[in-house]
């Protein structure tokens, strides 16, 4: 059988690019417009955003680009920050954008590629949730013409709905027919229906003469004065910048790695975050300093992608060189676009984020009820920047809560096999006399092995039992708080006659163990629990149980 030839493995690929190029033109006008930048900041992200990615990143199927949230964060933190002023606002904007890009190479040098996990799926479920009303709520006043101040969202609401008589039919009209197209069209992802929409919506605006009847216009693009370069800004600004770079580099990530993940999974493709740190990194770091908008892997282009039959990262590299080709010979045509139908293509890409089907499982599970509301309602009632960092310090005052907590299981032997269980758990596992056999059910770190070894001490005292096993097969290594406390721990038991093994034990804490003062070999074992039970069996100075 002969191979197939360069135009049949291409082909897919340029399709789904074609396909991707007109729907991504459309959002990173209007993405830019969310971000507070001119439309032209959001090009210069798409374009550094498909082609660095399509160079370095490890999935076939991700579409670097801005992105809702990416674009709102920035928003907002510029707006707090410029205290009207347009052009501190731009510079403010760019710094942010370097800062996001630096973080994320400075995390994927560092391996840092589980830097996602710091937000949790509730949180940003939450999250997504309430700034998609946000976005969903700016986006409708676009298509209405109306322009109440930028306040937050309640009050946003309230004056969208008080000048209610001066919306705008005409920008109504065609905005909510885009929008009606968008969602019919939604199963042909194979085809640039947004690009035909836009360009539909341009014949209309024209022959109509929508814009001496109210309806805005993208307006000017300028490109050919745009040049690399540090935005002057001074350091208490680069320092504040710096705060919230974090927080975009969590969101970006956190978003983009989701999107990658899940389509690796459906398609049994491997995943390198690391990696995919780096290249983020490379591609914000690039469009900042060309004054671009944040870029990371939207699941909405990124799935569109995939849907629009895309085989490789040859797909970014179509999708590109169309956008450039476009912003060659059809510049002038993109700034006669009308901004309600830029609005309704933001209002459809975030459609699937205002489904209320990602609540329900947390409902029906009894868990994180309150935090997936919450990191919604903190968007809602504290804005989109405010909104992130509370979410992400919920995020992590749960990871901290969970840790810190003194949870430890008692094990039995599982009949007379190999295993041993949780009591709590398995009714047909029994104890071994004269030996408590414990198990810390987290990792330990400076923050809980205190509480945890006082658990463990009081549930020894309380057994009368004459020698411990603790099983430390959840921590994977062992900080210097940890080697402390749990050399002052061996001590006592020590000095109460109390034989031990810390059974378990992963090769780093083994390792650190083994050469740390004050630990024995007989008490160090990087077996399994019955190993150690019948390395303590083994010992004359272990006795049976105390019978009343």
């Known amino acids: 059988m002969s191979e197939p030839g360069l135009a049949s493995v291409w082909r897919p690929d340029v399709l789904a690019g074609l396909a991707m190029s007109g729907l991504l033109l459309p959002e990173a006008v209007a993405y830019a417009g969310i971000a507070g930048l001119p439309p032209h900041a959001g090009l210069i992200g798409l374009l550094f955003g498909l082609t660095i990615y399509g160079l370095i990143g490890s999935s076939r199927f991700a579409v670097v680009a801005a992105t809702s949230s990416s674009a709102a964060v920035l928003g907002a933190a510029t707006l707090s920050l410029a205290a009207g002023q347009a052009g501190h606002r731009l510079a403010l904007a760019s710094g942010l954008v370097i800062l996001t890009g630096i973080a994320f190479i400075v995390a994927g040098l560092a391996r840092f590629g589980s830097v996602s996990n710091f937000i949790s799926k509730p949180v940003l479920r939450g999250f997504a949730f309430g700034l998609g009303l946000s976005i969903v709520l700016?986006?409708?006043?676009?298509?209405?013409?109306?322009?109440?101040?930028?306040?937050?969202?309640?009050?946003?609401?309230?004056?969208?709905?008080?000048?209610?008589?001066?919306?705008?039919?005409?920008?109504?009209?065609?905005?909510?027919?885009?929008?009606?197209?968008?969602?019919?069209?939604?199963?042909?992802?194979?085809?640039?229906?947004?690009?035909?929409?836009?360009?539909?919506?341009i014949a209309v605006s024209q022959f109509f003469e929508l814009g001496a009847k109210g309806v805005e216009l993208?307006?000017?693009?300028?490109?050919?004065?745009?040049?690399?370069?540090?935005?002057?800004?001074?350091?208490?600004?680069?320092?504040?910048?710096?705060?919230?770079?974090?927080?975009?580099?969590l969101l970006l990530f956190a978003e983009s790695y989701g999107a990658i993940r899940s389509l690796a999974l459906k398609h049994g493709d491997t995943v390198a975050p690391n990696r995919d740190l780096f290249a983020l990194g490379a591609a914000n770091l690039a469009s900042g300093l060309f004054g671009g908008t944040p870029v990371g892997a939207g699941y909405s282009a990124s799935s569109a992608n995939e849907a629009a039959g895309a085989q490789s990262r040859r797909s970014a590299w179509v999708a590109a060189v169309c956008i450039v080709l476009m912003m060659a010979f059809a510049l002038p045509w993109v700034e006669l676009t009308p901004e309600p139908v830029l609005a309704a293509v933001v209002i459809n890409a975030l459609w699937h984020a205002l489904s209320l089907d990602a609540f329900r499982p947390y409902f029906r599970w009894r868990r994180d009820r309150l935090v997936v509301i919450g990191a919604a309602a903190a968007v809602v009632l504290l804005g989109v920047l405010y909104g992130l960092l509370a979410g992400i310090g919920v995020s992590l005052l749960m990871t901290l809560r969970d840790l810190s907590m003194p949870r430890v299981s008692e094990l039995g032997r599982q009949r007379e096999g190999h295993d041993f269980l949780s009591l709590a758990a398995h009714t047909d596992a029994r104890l071994t006399p004269g030996i408590l056999v414990l198990r810390p059910e987290a990792p330990l770190y400076f923050g809980n092995v205190d509480a945890?070894?006082?658990?463990?001490?009081?549930?020894?005292?309380?057994?009368?039992?004459?020698?411990?096993?603790?099983?430390?097969?959840?921590?994977?290594?062992?900080?210097?708080?940890?080697?402390?406390?749990?050399?002052?721990?061996?001590?006592?038991?020590?000095?109460?006659?109390?034989?031990?093994?810390?059974?378990?034990?992963?090769?780093?804490?083994?390792?650190?163990?083994?050469?740390?003062?004050?630990?024995?070999?007989?008490?160090?074992?990087?077996?399994?629990?019955?190993?150690?039970?019948?390395?303590?069996?083994?010992?004359?100075?272990?006795?049976?149980?105390?019978?009343?």
């Open 218 to 249: 993208v307006g000017s693009i300028k490109l050919a004065s745009i040049t690399p370069g540090l935005p002057s800004l001074a350091q208490s600004d680069w320092l504040k910048l710096g705060e919230l770079a974090f927080a975009v580099v």
């Open 138 to 201: 700016r986006q409708l006043a676009k298509i209405a013409g109306i322009h109440p101040p930028t306040t937050d969202m309640l009050s946003f609401a309230w004056h969208l709905l008080e000048q209610l008589a001066q919306w705008n039919p005409w920008g109504l009209g065609l905005g909510l027919s885009s929008l009606i197209v968008l969602r019919w069209a939604e199963r042909a992802r194979q085809w640039p229906v947004a690009l035909a929409l836009i360009a539909a919506s």
């Open 452 to 548: 945890m070894l006082a658990d463990v001490m009081a549930r020894l005292q309380k057994s009368e039992q004459t020698a411990l096993v603790l099983s430390l097969e959840e921590s994977p290594d062992l900080d210097g708080t940890c080697i402390e406390v749990l050399q002052g721990f061996v001590n006592e038991l020590r000095s109460r006659g109390i034989a031990l093994v810390l059974a378990r034990l992963k090769d780093n804490a083994l390792a650190v163990l083994s050469m740390t003062d004050g630990f024995h070999a007989d008490e160090l074992d990087g077996g399994s629990v019955s190993d150690a039970v019948s390395r303590l069996l083994a010992r004359p100075a272990v006795a049976a149980p105390m019978t009343s």
